[in-house]
C-alpha cells in the first residue's frame, strides 16, 4: 500500500512493522534500530544473509554522535561538507547499537538521508532506522514507490516520488588518518578528494572482508545482461534473442536485432544517468527482454559508480 499519512508510517515503525521510505538514493526498507525483531524483519523480508550489515539513518550529526565511540576529524569535514546526503560513514560503534545492525563488526554504517520526506519522517521518531534498499536480496535497487510495491504488496510504503540521486551512497571508512572508500556511490572520489585528500579504494571484489555484503552480484535483472565499450560489436554477435540497449547519450543504432532502445542521459550527464539507471533496468525488464546490452560509460566520476553497478547486474 502505498501513502503519504506519515503520522501511519511512524506509527508503524513504532509497533516494529518494517515500512517502504524514500530517500534520495534508492527506497529502503526501514526499521527501530532499537528494535531487533524489528531488525530481523528487515533481513527476512529481504531475504538479506546476516552477515551483511544495515545503514542506520539519522536526523542529525548529533544522532549520529549519540551512537558512536569516535568522529574523527575526516569524518567531521565530510559530514559537515556532504549531510544530509549520500555519503554513509563507518565508525566504530557504542553499546545503544545491537550486533544485530552491524552483522557483529565493532563499527557502523551512519547517514542524514536528504530527501524532505525521510527527514520530516526522523523527526517525528525518538529513534533512528535502519534502511537498506527495499528489493529483495540481489535484485533491481528501487527508485520508486511502484517499484517496492512491486516486490512487497503487503508493505506500507511513503511515497516520495523518483529518487534524485538514483543510485546508492558511497560508503567510506577510516583507518587512523587514511580515509578509505568501500562502496563507489552518489558523491564520486573526486569530490570526496577535494575535501579531505586523497582516499584509498578499497572497492575490488576481494575486499568483502572489510566491507561485507559487498557481493560481486548484485542490482541485477531476471535476464542476462553485458556492459560493454563497443555495444554495438557486442549486439553483431548475438542472435535468437529479444534484446534491450541502454545507451549513454544517444542510441548509436536502429537495428531489427533490438527490441527496445533506451537512453540513460540525453543531456549527457552522468548525474542524469544515475538518476535514471535502476528505473531504465525496471522497465527493461517489464518488457521482457532476454538480454540487456549496456554501453560502459567513461571511467571517471559518477561513471564509475555506474559502471560499478552494471557490472554486479552483469555477474552470474
Ligand atoms: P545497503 O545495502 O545499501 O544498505 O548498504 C549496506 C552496505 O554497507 C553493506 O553491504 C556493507 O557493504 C556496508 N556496511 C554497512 N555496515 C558496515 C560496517 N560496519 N563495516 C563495513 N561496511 C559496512
Ligand atoms: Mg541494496
Same mark, same amino acid.
Given at each position: ?43 527476512? %523480508? ?5 552477515? $551483511? ?5 539519522? =536526523?542529525?550529526?548529533?544522532?549520529? =554522535?549519540? !551512537? ?13 561538507? @556532504? ?10 560503534? $557504542? ?8 552483522? $557483529?563488526?565493532? %563499527? ?18 525518538? @529513534? ?45 571508512? @577510516? ?6 572508500? !568501500? ?24 575486499? %568483502? ?7 560481486? =552480484?548484485?542490482?541485477?535483472? !531476471? ?46 550527464? @552522468? =548525474? ?45
Amino acid at each position: 500500500m502505498i501513502t503519504t499519512d506519515l503520522t501511519l508510517i511512524k506509527q508503524q515503525l513504532e509497533q516494529g512493522e518494517v515500512v517502504g521510505i524514500p530517500t534520495e538514493t534508492v527506497y529502503g526498507i526501514a526499521a527501530n534500530i532499537f528494535d531487533e525483531q524489528a531488525i530481523d524483519k528487515i533481513f527476512s %523480508t529481504k531475504k538479506r544473509p546476516n552477515s $551483511n550489515p544495515l545503514i542506520v539513518h539519522v =536526523k542529525s550529526i548529533e544522532q549520529a =554522535k549519540s !551512537l558512536v565511540l569516535d568522529f574523527p576529524k575526516k569524518a567531521e569535514l565530510l559530514a559537515s561538507r @556532504f549531510w544530509p546526503g549520500p555519503l554513509t560513514l563507518i565508525l566504530p560503534k $557504542n553499546k545503544l547499537v545491537s550486533d544485530k545492525v552491524s552483522s $557483529n563488526q565493532p %563499527t557502523v554504517a551512519i547517514r542524514i538521508p536528504n530527501h524532505e520526506k525521510a527527514l520530516e519522517l526522523l523527526n517525528m521518531l525518538d @529513534f533512528p532506522i535502519a534502511a537498506p534498499s527495499a528489493n529483495p536480496y540481489n535484485r533491481i535497487s528501487p527508485t520508486r514507490s511502484s517499484h517496492v510495491e512491486n516486490y512487497f504488496p503487503q508493505m506500507a510504503i511513503l511515497e516520495g516520488g523518483h529518487c534524485t540521486a538514483g543510485v546508492e551512497s558511497t560508503i567510506l571508512s @577510516f583507518e587512523g588518518d587514511n580515509v578509505l572508500l !568501500l562502496r563507489h556511490g552518489a558523491i564520486s572520489i573526486e569530490e570526496i578528494e577535494a575535501v579531505v585528500g586523497r582516499i584509498s579504494d578499497r572497492t575490488a571484489f576481494d575486499s %568483502t572482508h572489510i566491507s561485507p555484503g559487498r557481493s560481486k =552480484k548484485h542490482y541485477s535483472p !531476471l535476464c542476462d545482461l553485458i556492459i560493454s565499450y563497443e555495444p554495438l560489436f557486442v549486439l553483431s554477435a548475438i542472435q535468437h534473442k529479444k534484446v534491450g540497449m541502454l545507451w549513454f547519450n544517444q542510441v548509436k543504432i536502429d537495428s531489427p536485432k533490438v527490441s527496445v532502445n533506451k537512453v540513460l542521459a540525453p543531456s549527457g550527464t @552522468f =548525474k542524469e544517468a544515475a538518476a535514471n539507471m535502476y528505473d531504465s533496468l525496471h522497465q527493461l525488464e517489464k518488457e521482457g527482454v532476454d538480454l540487456i546490452i549496456v554501453e560502459r560509460l567513461p571511467n571517471h566520476g559518477l561513471g564509475r559508480t555506474i559502471n560499478d553497478r552494471f557490472e554486479r547486474a552483469a555477474a552470474k
